[in-house]
Every structure is written in structure tokens, then in C-alpha cells.
Nanobody, 128 residues
Framework: QLQLVESGGGLVQPGGSLRLSCAAS????????IGWFRQAPGKEREGVSCISSSGTITNYADSVKGRFTIARDNAKNTVYLQMNNLKPDDTAVYFC?????????????????????WGQGTQVTVSS
């Protein structure tokens, strides 16, 4: 069964850090662009960051640029999202997704329909 599983979410104070992990089972991530998305209550799912299959090309939404870092370890079949200086507006369910058509350098990079496999999400809450 092809599956993505996110982990690492939790409750953190403003200014704190979390590292999310996205692990794959049943398939190899190395051939896919991986995107991180988030969805807050009452809002649409939005793209946060994505990384090319080789890991050499990344993209970040303006709202997280300079605070979040995406990375991948293809040997571990895992992609990470390091989140620093977290803000209350970062509170959301975070999802990872895999795509064999999306590319970080294309303007369709965060189109949900481009992504074939999705995890179940992990909750991130930033609050004092």
C-alpha cells in the first residue's frame, strides 16, 4: 500500500521550532517532487514549500520564507520541514504530498491536483 505519514507536529510557543517528517512506505520518494501544504480551520489548503526529486531545487511561500527549510534524505525515504520562529498564523494541519509532475520552478507547484499521494496530516499549534 502506497502511503505517506507525517510526524513531528505539536504545540509550541511563538518563536519556537518544530521539525516535521514525511516518511513514505510502499514506494520510493526519490522520484517525486514533495510538497508541504497546510490547512487552517475555515481556510483553503495552501502550499508551504516544495522540493525537487533531487533535492537541488526548493520553493517557499512568502509567508514562511526565511523561517522554514525543506530537505530530503532519499536514502531514508523521508522529507523534512524545519520550522523556526513559529507564529500563531502558522497554526494548521500540515500535509505532505508527492507528485511526479509538479516542479518547484513552475507556477503550478502548489496545485493540489498535481499531487498524487497525500499523508493524513499532523497538527501544528502555535500558542502561548
Amino acid at each position: 500500500q502506497l502511503q505517506l505519514v507525517e510526524s513531528g507536529g505539536g504545540l509550541v510557543q511563538p518563536g519556537g521550532s518544530l521539525r516535521l517528517s514525511c516518511a513514505a512506505s510502499g514506494f520510493t520518494l526519490r522520484y517525486y517532487t514533495i510538497g508541504w501544504f497546510r490547512q487552517a480551520p475555515g481556510k483553503e489548503r495552501e502550499g508551504v514549500s516544495c522540493i525537487s526529486s533531487s533535492g537541488t531545487i526548493t520553493n517557499y511561500a512568502d509567508s514562511v520564507k526565511g523561517r522554514f527549510t525543506i530537505a530530503r534524505d532519499n536514502a531514508k525515504n523521508t522529507v523534512y520541514l524545519q520550522m523556526n520562529n513559529l507564529k500563531p498564523d502558522d497554526t494548521a494541519v500540515y500535509f505532505c504530498a508527492a507528485s511526479d509532475t509538479a516542479r518547484p520552478y513552475l507556477n503550478t507547484r502548489y496545485q493540489v491536483k498535481e499531487y498524487d499521494y497525500w499523508g493524513q496530516g499532523t497538527q501544528v499549534t502555535v500558542s502561548s
